[in-house]
């Protein structure tokens, strides 16, 4: 098939992480003959530096007109001064928004290999697989924001149909998993959760009588995703818990390299982009993990292109070059045994030449 896909390396990480993943979609496209137009386009920081602007108009029209936009991170202390005029996240905010990309799904897998990876204990780990849904265009991130000399102010705001077209994309997706959804709140506090609750449990009692739908609130949500994990199938939550909660979840899966993720709007164009941040600390030294950012481009090829066969093939030679023991730092056995970014890009690519 032909498709043509948006590419933002972003800053910090980004472009390191970009690269591998671009390696190894160049790679699918030759084992299975596929032709995809890529795009590199400015973003982020690395666009105000260029124009002023984080989100360029033609960075917005690359995207609107690609099949899919592949994102690297964004955002660095460059731009970060409190007295900022205009910042990356800006940038990343406004792409999500413009894309009507809602529902992000952010998968937390425990690689069995990887289980001494994390600082739990395996035991907790074993048979972890859950997705996160978290809501993407709203509550407080896109609120008004007011500042003056002795306050500052962020508003949050959910709509019903908000909720329940999120309510619904975790639903469908539960439906297909093992049929147990976990809507995640502070309804003992917010009043934005309080409609969040009510949606949600109308929703599934009206169109999805046979997914099981449980209330948790979002402080104890975070003690029980560590505490018991693979209790957990879909957990669907609002924008700014989803952030917080999904950076926790990552430590399960061993590291925050690890994680994809996919935004889906209501047709197949999505924005994939690994969860982690532009790690300003670790930008330039070529030792970042790749596999956050590869397997966003399985995903990528399953919900965008419906390519459910290359996304597969992809994640199973990610799996494996992890199991061989190709990892960085961050998920490496010992030190003196880690591989830096491009050589872990390189096992996983070896996998899928040899198909
Ligand atoms: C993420 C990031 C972004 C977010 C930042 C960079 C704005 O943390 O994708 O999780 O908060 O959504
Ligand atoms: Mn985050």
């Known amino acids: 098939m032909k498709a043509r896909i948006a590419v933002l390396p972003g800053d910090g990480i980004g472009p390191e992480v970009v690269a591998q993943g671009l390696r190894c979609l160049r790679a699918v496209a030759d084992a299975f ?5 890529l795009t590199e386009l400015p ?22 007109e690609a099949d899919a936009v ?27 928004k413009a894309l009507g990309v809602y529902a992000n799904l952010r998968p937390v897998t425990v690689h069995p290999a ?39 102010t962020d508003v949050c705001t959910y709509t019903v149909a908000e909720v329940e077209r999120i309510v619904r994309v975790a639903a469908r997706l539960a439906r297909q998993r093992r049929g147990k959804l976990v809507s995640i709140d502070k309804a003992n506090v917010l009043e934005t959760s309080r409609l969040w609750r009510e949606v949600a449990t109308r929703v599934m009692r009206a169109e999805f009588p046979e997914v099981s739908l449980e209330h948790m609130l979002v402080d104890s949500a ?15 939550t609002e924008n700014m818990f989803g952030d917080i909660l999904t950076d926790e979840a990552s430590m399960l899966a061993g590291s925050l390299g690890l994680l994809p993720s996919a935004s889906l709007g209501e047709g197949t164009r999505g924005l994939y ?10 930008a330039g030294q070529g030792i970042a993990n790749p596999c956050g950012t590869i397997l966003s481009v399985a995903l ?19 799996s494996e070059a992890l199991a061989s023991g190709a990892r960085t730092p961050d998920v490496a056995a ?16 070896d996998r899928i030449r040899a198909g």
């Open 300 to 318: 990528l090829l399953r919900h965008s292109l419906g390519l459910a066969a290359e996304a597969a093939a992809l994640e199973q030679a990610v």
């Open 222 to 236: 975070a003690m029980h995703l560590i505490r018991r994990p693979r209790d957990f199938d879909v957990l669907v």
């Open 273 to 282: 982009e690994p969860i982690h941040g532009s790690a300003p600390d670790i």
């Open 70 to 96: 592949l994102l690297g991170a964004i955002g660095g202390p460059k731009w970060s001064a409190p007295e900022a005029r205009v910042r990356p996240e800006q940038g990343l905010l406004g792409l999500r």
């Open 334 to 349: 010992s030190h003196d045994r880690a591989l830096r970014t491009e050589q872990v890009g390189e096992a996983v690519l």
């Open 114 to 152: 990887l289980l001494a990876s994390s600082t739990l204990k395996p035991g907790i780990l074993e048979g972890v697989d859950l997705v996160f849904v978290r809501e993407l265009t709203g509550g407080i991130y896109f609120g008004e924001k007011r500042r003056d000399a002795h306050s500052a």
């Open 43 to 64: 973003f982020g920081g690395a666009a105000i530096d260029l124009c002023g602007d984080p989100l360029p108009e033609s960075t917005l029209k690359g995207c609107l």
């Open 33 to 37: 003959g596929h032709e995809f137009a």
